[in-house]
């Protein structure tokens, strides 16, 4: 029986919308396992897409029908049965439906919630409209529904500016509106705003529009970064991003790297081997802005953007919401969201305005960076750091003639491999690190993550990485935030602080090591990197360190 399986679905085929402004169906159906629906070949049964070449007329031919059409185009966002008695006869045993909204109609589809009778576990009926008025005399939207949801009330109603979906209660309310609470004023849009589109800020919007939520992403730059300072996605990021589809994009492009190389000033001291660290996934080479532009993609295809050039000017907060000024060049727009993620890096405004304080020290020395063309000197699957006197020299081959080459010392390029032979300079830099961590992560409604939260030395190749995890952990709690639980909130600032603590602590130590300073220190590492790249414990500590894999994700 239907109503006994979790796998009831509800499927908006958006990717179809050029076929014809009335097609493709959105569809409710029960899932079969293995079953197959026609993706990319065809849709709802047998209709081939004319537009996919070649064809598979096999797959064609086994492509299930739905069970129930819904409309085209409406953009389904919701679906709760109602198993109860409170409700009147008329809606007992069937489903509520959120139809979000019409796309590419002359004639404007969905804005509505609609009831589906059920008869025996299956539909039996033609869909009757619940709620409507979405729509003004003018065809303008004064609101969406993005959801329904059970609760212990046995009422249909307009949200309240903190719900969103929480499926485990019962009869039935809505989950969420975008744009008028009650369309007779007190603006609440039921979506949560990201100031920055660095990856943590595109992760965040990702697993949020994974769970139906969509999110309003705000950039200050006009276009996206296309340098890099990270180069590397380890093992525990592919995991997070994979049911996003983002990790079989970057493993598709990336080049994997399986050991760290040690060198006491280019003579072989000590080898840290990593490649089988993870039982899935390896630790791959790709330049952050890659990685960006894949997660602009995987949103792209779910219809979500950044908005560019817009800065977020001022904030203030109250126990329901969050109250923002965006700022264009020539305008600007008071926004209301029910919660804020500053993902907007080390020099947070969001962080700044807060008056949060980032705990932790400094060093002193700069360190220069720079993207090298060389003749490959050293082997290409791993990276290689050398000690040399007075700090240290880190080389990575980003791809096969091209190195990134960073360290702290004057002269850089005069401390390369013997045999190494250095062409064009593609980029270069020089930044300052330290290793620091926000007081606490939540304000109210508000949170940080990323850079916002926690910067450190690139020893580890932890920062970006590390915050696609803040993103990971802080859309589960904000999906219960959304449903009402916004004390889930604090739970992400308590969750991710103990990591930020302890992940940065470790990394603290280790650049303390390899940078070698004072003199002593640089004695000591000839002495400690062997001993930790060959006793099992502290081998192990160093590998889990490298891959992100030193803790366990918790959301709760």
Same mark, same amino acid.
Request: net charge negative.
């Given at each position: 029986?239907?109503?006994?399986?979790?796998?009831?679905?509800?499927?908006?085929?958006?990717?179809?919308? +050029?076929?014809r402004?009335?097609?493709?169906?959105d569809?409710?159906?029960?899932?079969?396992?293995?079953?197959?629906?026609?993706?990319?070949?065809?849709?709802?049964?047998?209709?081939v897409?004319?537009r996919?070449q070649?064809?598979?007329?096999?797959?064609?031919?086994?492509a %299930?029908?739905?069970? @129930?059409a819904?409309s085209?185009?409406?953009a389904?966002?919701?679906?709760?049965?109602?198993?109860?008695?409170?409700l009147?006869?008329? @809606? !007992?045993?069937?489903?509520?439906?959120?139809?979000h909204?019409?796309?590419?109609?002359?004639v404007?589809?969905? @804005?509505?919630?609609v009831?589906? =009778?059920?008869? #025996?576990? /299956?539909?039996s009926?033609?869909?009757q409209?619940?709620?409507?008025?979405?729509?003004?005399?003018?065809?303008?939207?004064r609101?969406?529904p993005?959801?329904?949801?059970?609760?212990?009330h046995?009422?249909?109603?307009?949200? $309240?500016?903190?719900?969103?979906?929480?499926?485990?209660?019962?009869?039935?309310?809505?989950?969420?509106?975008e744009?008028d609470?009650?369309?007779?004023?007190?603006?609440?849009?039921?979506?949560?705003l990201?100031?920055g589109?660095?990856?943590?800020?595109?992760?965040?919007?990702?697993?949020l529009?994974?769970?139906?939520?969509?999110?309003?992403?705000?950039?200050?730059g006009?276009?996206?970064?296309?340098?890099?300072?990270?180069?590397?996605?380890n =093992?525990?990021?592919?995991?997070?991003?994979?049911?996003t589809?983002?990790? /079989?994009?970057?493993?598709?492009e990336? !080049?994997?790297i399986?050991?760290?190389?040690?060198?006491?000033q280019?003579?072989?001291?000590?080898?840290?081997?990593f490649?089988?660290?993870h039982?899935q996934?390896?630790m791959?080479?790709?330049?952050?802005?890659?990685?960006e532009?894949?997660?602009?993609?995987?949103?792209?295809?779910?219809e979500?953007?950044?908005?560019?050039?817009?800065?977020l000017?001022?904030?203030?907060?109250?126990?329901?919401?969050?109250?923002?000024?965006?700022?264009?060049? #020539?305008?600007?727009?008071?926004?209301?969201?029910?919660?804020l993620?500053?993902?907007?890096?080390?020099?947070s405004?969001v962080?700044?305005?807060?008056?949060?304080?980032l705990?932790?020290?400094?060093f002193?020395?700069a360190?220069p960076?720079c993207d090298?063309?060389?003749d490959?000197?050293?082997?290409? +699957?791993?990276?290689?750091?050398?000690?040399v /006197?007075g700090?240290?020299?880190?080389?990575l081959?980003?791809?096969?003639?091209?190195?990134?080459?960073?360290?702290?010392?004057?002269?850089?390029?005069?401390?390369?491999?013997?045999?190494?032979?250095?062409?064009?300079?593609g980029?270069q830099?020089?930044?300052? %690190?330290g290793?620091?961590v926000?007081?606490h992560?939540v304000v109210?409604?508000i949170?940080?993550?990323g850079?916002?939260?926690?910067?450190?030395a690139?020893?580890?190749?932890?920062?970006?990485n590390?915050?696609?995890?803040?993103?990971?952990?802080?859309?589960?709690?904000?999906?219960d935030a959304?449903?009402?639980?916004?004390? !889930?909130?604090?739970?992400?600032g308590?969750?991710?602080?103990?990591?930020h603590?302890?992940?940065v602590?470790r990394?603290?130590?280790?650049?303390?090591?390899?940078?070698?300073?004072?003199?002593?220190v640089?004695?000591l590492r000839?002495?400690a990197? =062997?001993?930790?790249?060959?006793?099992?414990?502290?081998? /192990?500590?160093m590998?889990?360190?490298? $891959?992100?894999?030193d803790?366990?994700?918790?959301?709760?």
């Amino acid at each position: 029986m239907w109503l006994a399986r979790p796998c009831l679905h509800i499927a908006p085929p958006s990717p179809r919308d +050029e076929l014809r402004p009335d097609l493709v169906p959105d569809y409710m159906t029960f899932v079969k396992e293995a079953g197959f629906y026609g993706w990319p070949y065809s849709y709802f049964g047998q209709h081939v897409d004319p537009r996919v070449q070649p064809q598979r007329a096999d797959l064609v031919a086994s492509a %299930i029908v739905p069970d @129930y059409a819904l409309s085209s185009h409406v953009a389904s966002l919701g679906l709760a049965f109602n198993t109860g008695t409170d409700l009147p006869d008329n @809606y !007992r045993g069937g489903a509520f439906i959120g139809e979000h909204v019409s796309w590419n109609r002359e004639v404007l589809n969905g @804005y509505k919630v609609v009831y589906v =009778p059920f008869s #025996d576990g /299956k539909p039996s009926g033609m869909a009757q409209d619940v709620v409507t008025g979405f729509l003004n005399s003018d065809n303008q939207a004064r609101g969406r529904p993005v959801g329904v949801a059970s609760t212990s009330h046995a009422a249909v109603r307009l949200p $309240t500016r903190r719900e969103r979906c929480a499926s485990s209660r019962r009869s039935l309310r809505w989950a969420g509106l975008e744009g008028d609470r009650n369309f007779d004023g007190g603006q609440m849009e039921q979506v949560p705003l990201i100031v920055g589109s660095g990856p943590t800020g595109l992760a965040a919007a990702l697993f949020l529009a994974g769970a139906g939520i969509r999110c309003r992403i705000v950039e200050r730059g006009l276009t996206p970064s296309s340098t890099s300072r990270a180069q590397v996605v380890n =093992p525990r990021t592919l995991e997070l991003l994979e049911s996003t589809g983002v990790t /079989k994009a970057i493993l598709t492009e990336a !080049r994997p790297i399986h050991r760290v190389v040690f060198y006491e000033q280019w003579e072989p001291l000590a080898e840290l081997e990593f490649g089988h660290a993870h039982p899935q996934f390896p630790m791959v080479v790709l330049p952050q802005a890659r990685s960006e532009a894949l997660l602009l993609d995987a949103l792209a295809a779910r219809e979500i953007e950044p908005e560019r050039g817009v800065e977020l000017t001022s904030f203030s907060q109250d126990d329901d919401g969050v109250d923002a000024v965006l700022t264009w060049t #020539d305008r600007s727009e008071d926004f209301r969201a029910p919660l804020l993620l500053a993902a907007d890096g080390a020099h947070s405004k969001v962080r700044e305005t807060l008056g949060i304080g980032l705990e932790g020290s400094d060093f002193p020395e700069a360190w220069p960076l720079c993207d090298l063309e060389l003749d490959d000197p050293l082997d290409l +699957e791993s990276a290689h750091v050398s000690f040399v /006197k007075g700090g240290m020299v880190f080389m990575l081959c980003i791809r096969p003639g091209l190195w990134r080459v960073f360290g702290n010392i004057d002269g850089l390029l005069a401390c390369l491999p013997p045999n190494a032979k250095p062409g064009a300079i593609g980029w270069q830099s020089s930044f300052h %690190i330290g290793d620091r961590v926000a007081a606490h992560e939540v304000v109210g409604r508000i949170a940080l993550a990323g850079d916002a939260a926690h910067v450190h030395a690139p020893v580890a190749a932890r920062g970006m990485n590390l915050g696609i995890e803040d993103a990971f952990v802080f859309a589960y709690c904000a999906m219960d935030a959304l449903g009402g639980d916004v004390g !889930r909130l604090n739970d992400f600032g308590n969750i991710r602080h103990d990591v930020h603590t302890q992940v940065v602590s470790r990394i603290d130590k280790l650049t303390r090591l390899a940078r070698g300073r004072p003199g002593f220190v640089g004695l000591l590492r000839r002495i400690a990197v =062997p001993a930790m790249t060959t006793i099992w414990p502290l081998r /192990k500590a160093m590998i889990q360190l490298v $891959t992100g894999l030193d803790h366990e994700i918790r959301i709760a």
